[in-house]
């Protein structure tokens, strides 16, 4: 068996003289734009390619500072740097406890925010988010009282003369009489 398989890569490699294995990369791309991405601008590709660079400025002078260090500093840089990575995390914790209460606070009153929102009512000092939470429920309510009288706003329908209710009299002095039976169809509990 082994001689066989040594002999087809030889065919191989005699009529391909730089075998590469079939990956996913040597497909052909789909070129095909796709309708949903945006058309990037020069000024986003400089943006792009700006952030990029000042990111690989940022990582070089940090491992530059590093190199610099003694034992003792690196390990204080590393302490204060995983300190303020704690630090961060914590907040991000709390500020999702934040926004969980003020969502339940809302949902008591019936008012279900939209996650695009709730940062702009929610801050770090929980009395602060509470008078947010107030505030917004009661602006809330109001705005969907005042939608609910607008409309509602507008004259009732009408019916009949205006003078009041229709009688069989009524009817029976109107002369058209295309007009005098549908007024008894609209009435038979007059007759």
Known sequence: MEPETTGQGQEQS??????????????KPDTAPKPDAPALTA??????????????????TEAQKLENMTGQE???????SYKKQLDDLKKQVETARMQRT??????EKGI??????LPSIVTAEADTTKQNVEQFSTLFERAVEDAVKQRLKGEPPKRGKSGGTLTKADIMKEKDPLKQQKMIQEHMDLF
């Open 112 to 117: 279900h925010l939209p996650d695009e929102l």
């Open 74 to 80: 690196r390990a204080e840089y590393e302490r204060d």
């Open 14 to 27: 005699a009529q391909n003289p730089d075998p590469k294995p079939e990956t996913k990369s040597d497909t």
């Open 102 to 107: 003020a969502r339940n606070m809302l949902a």
């Open 43 to 60: 000024e986003d590709v400089s943006g792009m390619i700006t952030a990029a660079l000042s990111q690989l400025q940022t990582e070089q």
